[in-house]
């Protein structure tokens, strides 16, 4: 899709909140192939994966978006995740809510979506949770979107005024394998993301890590090769 | 309080949204009234009223909180509201949702203030929302308030491990004048706030504006005297 389509003027507006990794990647893409004109918004929150930041904007570009915002927030200031500070992540999965949990992400991220929805008049924001490869975290369940969306159509004007604003999670019951037989046969360019919570400054993977784990998993699973640049170490 | 009072232990911790209005401050009185240790929070969101920032600090200093934190974010990157853009501010008061409303700004701040209440485990979270004089905001009816409640058990660990978070908005249902007069008797210093959307680098007030007016009128049919400082030309 060339950046003239995507300026439509009859073209339906979406905001797509795509961090740089597998799963958002695969979100906006299902949104481009719904007909949205799609804006799409990474947070920078102070995450030590930087190269998530840069993924996210490559890919915004190569997948036609009208528009890309970083918007800033260091949460860093307000600590408890070892996303976020110098807690270690840990190499081997974890049960319960594993501490990579950032606290309240997911609502954060989806105000400032539904701020910039309001503002754009989009009536869709696209989120790329699922819950059955991060059961662990709270704010990826089906329930916290449904309560999120209540939330939205009583806290903004669109919503008094009858125009609500839906939070559309076309990932959320889809595991790992499915999600990427999805994005490639949308045309998404895996190789552009990154999921490893440790990725080095050139973006390449861990391959040791929770993340680097499902990742590597759902490729096998898929049956697609695995085109994550892996960090010159990992056997 | 002291600030050697407000570190024991056993005491039980909140977080206060204090923007650094009379409202904000208010909240403040009532939750060190109830006992609380009052961690304080400010959002710097790129407001044209900077005062507002000011103030807050002086004020969470003056009553006693335990500490305060200013938190970054900023909202003009997203636009949509005559507080961070370019858009007049209206001398005179509107019908309908006014053009100051910032787009999901309580869903913002209130999502911070929940990451912020998660990582200090604080099961409180008191915000100086009334729906009397604020009825053209959205994010200022109860209705909002439940929803955010509810999302907040969803969406966090402490909600899932049976320890919610609730939001607590003592001035919901007060005007103006009562909110001044609990504020009075709590000890509160309304000469630090500021509530005008103009207020110059002094924190001196237009006395012209929606919310001067509402001010005004609050301390004329409380019987206070107004301590509010206000610019050399209001006549």
């Known amino acids: 899709m060339s950046k003239d389509d995507t300026q439509d003027n009859n073209q339906e507006k979406c905001v797509v909140l795509l961090s740089g990794g597998l799963d958002s990647a695969t979100c906006l893409a299902v949104a ?9 918004m990474a947070v920078d929150y102070g995450q030590r994966h930087r190269a998530e930041l840069t993924a996210s904007e490559k890919l915004s570009r190569a997948m036609g978006a009208v528009d890309h915002k970083v918007l800033h927030i260091d949460l860093r200031q307000i600590g408890g995740s070892a996303l976020t500070d110098d807690i ?22 989806l105000s400032m979506a539904l701020a910039y ?18 059961s662990g975290y709270p704010d990826c369940r089906p329930e916290f979107i449904q309560a999120f969306e209540n939330l939205a159509q009583l806290a903004t004007k669109a919503g008094v005024e009858g125009r609500p604003i839906t ?10 394998a499915q999600i990427i037989r999805l994005g490639h046969d949308l045309g998404v360019d895996y190789s552009l993301t990154v999921s490893c919570y440790q990725a080095d400054v050139h973006g390449r993977a861990c391959g040791r890590c929770d993340s680097c ?3 590597k998993k759902g490729f096998a699973e898929a049956g697609i090769a695995d085109p994550t640049p892996y960090q010159p170490q990992h056997g």
């Not at 481009?32 to 799409?40: E, F, I, L």
């Not at 049960?95 to 991220?109: C, L």
């Not at 929805?117 to 991060?134: M, S």
Request: charged share 20%.
């Open 32 to 40: 481009r192939d719904q007909g949205y004109a799609c804006h799409t």
């Open 88 to 109: 270690d992540v840990p190499q081997q999965r974890e049960q319960g809510i594993p501490v990579t949990y950032v606290p309240a992400r997911n609502t954060i991220f």
């Open 117 to 134: 929805a309001e503002t754009l008049d989009a009536q869709r924001i696209f989120i790329g949770v699922n819950q059955v490869d991060y």
């Open 167 to 176: 939070i559309e999670t076309p990932l959320l019951t889809l595991n790992k």
């Open 213 to 215: 784990h499902y990742r």
